[in-house]
């Protein structure tokens, strides 16, 4: 669901994709994943694959670096990786949206 990370100490870089983009390769052969499951790598190696080969992702990511004393709107459904820039503590308070809400509450029904 909806979530808004603060980060009162330290400094991350976001790695941040809409619900329709795609973090693996589209092509098998040769790319940074070829033989490997990029969903199952941490962010910092993915990030490391990924700046090796920026044209093997079909959409690249929005990257930002979050400061200290700041606060970070990741909306449903988005895909995120973080890489700690420096030691970090950080709060992430998830907002629930409606759909999330029902498809729950159905599901607990």
């Known amino acids: 669901s909806n979530t808004f990370s603060l980060l009162p100490h330290g400094r991350k870089r976001w790695l941040l994709l809409p619900p329709s983009g795609l973090y693996a390769p589209t092509r ?4 940074i994943a070829a033989g ?3 969903h ?3 962010p910092l190696e993915w990030l490391r694959r990924h700046e090796a080969q920026r044209t093997d ?3 690249a990511p929005l990257q930002c670096i979050q400061p200290a004393g700041t606060a970070l709107f990741v909306p449903s459904g988005w895909k995120h990786a973080t890489v700690n820039v420096a030691p970090s503590v ?3 308070i998830e907002v629930g949206d409606v759909d999330v809400i029902s498809r729950a ?4 029904a």
């Open 105 to 108: 509450q159905r599901a607990a």
């Open 36 to 38: 490997k499951e990029t």
């Open 28 to 31: 098998p052969e040769g790319s």
């Open 90 to 92: 950080g709060i992430a």
């Open 57 to 59: 992702l079909p959409i």
């Open 40 to 42: 199952k790598l941490r």
